[in-house]
């Protein structure tokens, strides 16, 4: 199966998720050559971008990675549009809207899935971004506000006629925020309502998932979100399993790469941010890296584990990251 958005090419059916202060642009260049079909930035606050905030503009840095997404946020027509004009003008080949951030800070504004409880104000939004830019304009939802509210598939419709090129539905509620599974299911709801490239997300950790997700939504593709925190491989893996080849030689990567990878995340880190900055940015990343080597039979991790999230000297966690994967079982890294 072929997928497109809009004039451009996916390579595949399985998506790295736009997850906010996560999705830097060291995971999703990681992400994308380990074979995720499309990686999406972080969320990024449209009026800050539009104003030239530094942070902003690198939570939508995009060097090295093709198709460049830049996902924005906001509640202004004016600032969601300028916004969305300054990152395809810095790169992005496709913008994404979020409607479904579930975060207080987020809905508070009225941003996020907050605009799911007034579908007229969302589609202003939506129609200001696509007549800002000439990219594609893509759209994340939730399935709505709460269960009385489940307004997925009528702004899946209300969006494809104003011109968006994609839909992806996590499967809960704001409400719900994390809560309980997901439900691919309800997903099947926005199928019926649009002919829109769909991308189902949410619980979605393996390639058997992913077949299950896509069965009972009927959507095209799938975004993986926190599971891929410490393996920027996994939605390669998917991908590939998707597409058949989940068997091909080399497809998985060996400890030494996975090492390898959570070093140059790591630098990638600390160039982009600043030391300081760098070091708490990557304290999350860290973290994940090891608790997945520890999962793979790495006694090495269990004994760097606190010491790495917390050190400030990047030669000794270099070391360390290398020394855990170093540590793995070789059966066991395959």
Known sequence: MTLAIGPVPIDGRAFLAPMSGVTDVGLRRLAR??????????????????????????RAEGEGVLPHVVQIA??????????ARVAAEAGADIIDINMGCPAKKVTGGWAGSALMRDLDHAMRLVEAVVAAVRVPV??????????????????????EAAGVRLVTVHGRTRQQFYKGSADWAAVAAVRAATSLPLVVNGDITDAADAREALRLSGADAVMVGRAAVGRPWLVGEIA?????????????????????????????????YGREMGLRHARKHLAAYAEHAIALGSARA???????????????????????FADVPLEDAA
């Open 33 to 58: 050559r380990f074979g995720a079909s499309l990686v999406i930035s972080e969320m990024v606050a449209s009026q800050e971008l539009a104003r030239g905030d530094e942070e902003a503009r690198m």
């Open 74 to 83: 906001g509640c202004d027509p004016h600032w969601m549009a300028e916004g």
């Open 138 to 159: 893509t759209l994340k939802m939730r399935l709505g506000w709460d269960d009385a509210s489940r307004n997925a598939p009528e702004l899946a419709r209300r969006a």
């Open 240 to 272: 590939r399993d998707l597409a058949g080849d989940a068997d091909r030689p080399g497809a998985a990567p060996d400890a030494e790469t996975r090492g390898a990878a959570a070093v140059e995340h790591y630098e990638t880190l600390l160039s982009l």
């Open 302 to 324: 269990r004994i760097e584990r606190a010491r790495i999230v917390t050190s400030e000297t990047p030669q000794h966690v270099i070391a360390a990251l290398r020394a855990m």
